[in-house]
């Protein structure tokens, strides 16, 4: 029998003068990584796709979890 694969839809954050978009990429493992993409609201906006830490979460949640909370570091590290 075959099982539909439950995908998480990518949410979207702002921070600061930032859009967030993070989502989740499932692995071999059965795990997820993290995905981050930050767009100034600005224009011109060129959003920058950033690497995260994390390739070992346990959910799809978790995963864009963690890929916010990086978002709102790289922002107050870089923006």
């Keep these: 029998m075959a099982h539909a694969l439950h995908m998480t839809t990518p949410q979207s ?7 967030l978009h993070c989502s989740a990429k499932a692995l071999d493992s059965g ?4 995905v981050l993409v930050v767009a100034k609201q600005a ?3 060129r959003p920058r796709t950033i690497a995260t830490r994390g390739d070992d979460c ?3 949640d978790s995963a864009i979890d963690a890929a916010h909370v990086q978002g709102v570091e790289w ?3 870089y923006g």
């Design 13 to 19: 954050f702002k921070h600061k003068d930032y859009e």
């Design 31 to 34: 795990k997820f990584a993290p």
């Design 75 to 77: 922002v107050q590290n």
């Design 43 to 45: 224009w011109p906006s």
């Design 58 to 60: 346990p959910t799809e």
